[in-house]
């Protein structure tokens, strides 16, 4: 069983910048995919940017160049930095953690930028 939750949201103005933070409560060295996740009102939840083991780092195209996943294995942290916030970025974040058998999920954290 993992916990993770999420921290780093709030209000921001379009333009801006924030950074979210997920904490694991245990290693995610051992984890197959660290993984972003948003859900927007009345939208289906939608990956954001995933960084399997061993592979490649994957981002929706709607944020690549702007968003960038990173993962600190000993402090068991996975951060989004997220810059030129638009206002269709508005949602709710999920940290999510996948081994080969479960899929972890984080409580969410709001995300709103004003236009």
């Known amino acids: 069983q993992v916990q993770l939750v999420e921290s780093g949201g709030g209000l921001v103005q379009a333009g801006g910048s924030l950074r979210l933070s997920c904490a694991a409560s245990?290693?995610?060295?051992?984890?197959?995919?660290m993984g972003w996740y948003r859900q927007a009102p009345g939208k289906q939840r939608e990956l954001v940017a995933a960084?399997?083991?061993?592979?490649?780092?994957k981002y929706a195209d709607s944020v690549k160049g702007r968003f960038a996943i990173s993962t600190d294995n000993a402090k068991n942290m996975m951060y989004l930095q997220m810059n030129s916030l638009k206002p269709e970025d508005t949602a709710v974040y999920y940290c999510?953690?996948?081994?080969?058998?479960?899929?972890?999920w984080g409580q969410g954290t709001q995300v709103t930028v004003s236009s």
């Open positions: 999510n953690a996948k081994t080969a058998m479960y899929d972890y």
């Open positions: 245990r290693s995610i060295f051992r984890m197959n995919v």
């Open positions: 960084r399997p083991s061993g592979g490649s780092t």
